[in-house]
């Protein structure tokens, strides 16, 4: 892998993540930008104790465009985007319209491909394998920021999930606190080492899950299920069999065969409603442990929580979504119209022959 980093015309860093190390990226934002500013505020909710990014001026992104105006696309011509360069394999670089910035984090954008009538899910493994890289190295450089806490690498895939751009792309968020879904997850971590003797809650988790019939994929250095509890109608787990804190921990063996684990993962999902269906739209979302301090779950450490992707759609059967509504939203109760096991099965059936 090769590593480039520039800056946009307005200041803002884009790095070239290259398989080839000759490549050369000298092409220079043409761009009459002015320097961005933003508004992002973080407010702590006294009640609940989580908090809310205020950020008025997303009000004003990019909505969807048509193709040939899509910022995401290399420039071409006099067609300029916020990637100067003809060509790349992966580019990231530092949102223009951030939910979080300056002393309230930081979000980047990461492009997966040139390929604007593509899905991550028609990458090559090598390709995928870069992006592997690219979050990995992005994980690595934006914890060493001050005012960084946790660093959650995502990919929103849909019209149907929220996204405004439909060029194949993710986003990194560099976020100045330790988010309240990983603040749960080290709370039961902590109780359950504390009540079990010192045993860990997520070796347990996946040792239970291995044993059962909800397994989706194996493989020797990952595993993929569908969780007990699962939230969504269709959701997968995958974590790595050796239990590491974040990206940067896995062994050299899990890198080479995340590719062909998770490319196989989402074909599945675009699978699972039948031929001749949409795209399925999805959330794929890692979570990792926090960089700062685990303050107020004692007993623990870094090493004690366990790396893992969740994969999930929000659609539960062809042609019907599952929003989000009372229970859900009002009460953080979810119902969940597909059994587990049913999803577990069916992901089994789709699998590539």
Not at 42 to 67: F, K
Not at 118 to 131: N, R
Not at 184 to 211: P, Q, W, Y
Not at 224 to 246: C, G, Q, T
């Amino acid at each position: 892998m090769k590593k480039t980093s520039t800056r946009l015309a307005d200041g803002r860093e884009l790095i070239y993540y290259d398989l080839r190390d000759d490549v050369v990226r000298e092409a220079v934002d043409r761009r009459p930008l002015d320097p961005v500013a933003t508004a992002s505020e973080i407010r702590r909710d006294r009640l609940l104790g989580d908090s809310v990014a205020i950020a008025s001026h997303r009000q004003g992104r990019t909505y969807h465009p048509p193709a040939d105006e899509c910022p995401l696309c290399p420039s071409a011509g006099d067609r300029l985007s916020e990637i100067p360069d003809s060509s790349y394999d992966v580019v990231v670089f530092e949102n223009r319209f951030p939910s979080l910035a300056g002393d309230a984090g930081r979000c980047e954008v990461v492009c997966f491909t040139p390929d604007h009538a593509a899905s991550f899910a028609d990458l090559t493994p090598e390709q995928a394998g870069l992006v592997l890289e690219a979050w990995t190295d992005r994980t690595a450089e934006l914890s060493h920021l001050p005012s960084v806490a946790q660093v959650f690498c995502f990919e929103n895939r849909g019209a149907e999930i929220g996204v405004t751009l439909g060029h194949p792309h993710g986003q990194i968020y560099a976020y100045p606190f330790v988010t309240p879904r990983t603040d749960l997850m080290l709370r039961s971590l902590a109780a359950f080492k504390e009540t079990s003797g010192g045993r860990n809650l997520f070796d347990d988790i996946v040792a239970e899950e291995h044993a059962g019939e909800r397994v989706v994929l194996e493989g020797e250095h990952w595993l993929a299920f569908v969780p007990h509890a699962a939230h969504w109608p269709y959701e997968v787990h995958l974590y790595p069999k050796r239990r590491v804190p974040d990206l940067l921990g896995l062994d050299e063996g899990a890198r080479a065969e995340f590719p062909r684990v998770y490319l196989e993962l989402l074909r599945r999902f675009d699978r699972v409603f039948g031929e001749g269906q949409p795209p399925t739209p999805y959330i794929a979302a890692w979570h990792q442990a926090p960089f700062t301090a685990l303050e107020g779950h004692a007993g623990i450490n870094r090493d004690d929580f366990a790396l893992h992707l969740e994969l999930f759609t929000i659609r539960r059967t062809s042609g019907k979504l599952k929003f989000l509504a009372g229970s859900e939203s009002g009460m953080s109760v979810f119902i969940n119209d597909v059994p587990p096991e049913a999803a577990a099965e069916r992901l089994r059936e789709v699998a590539s022959s």
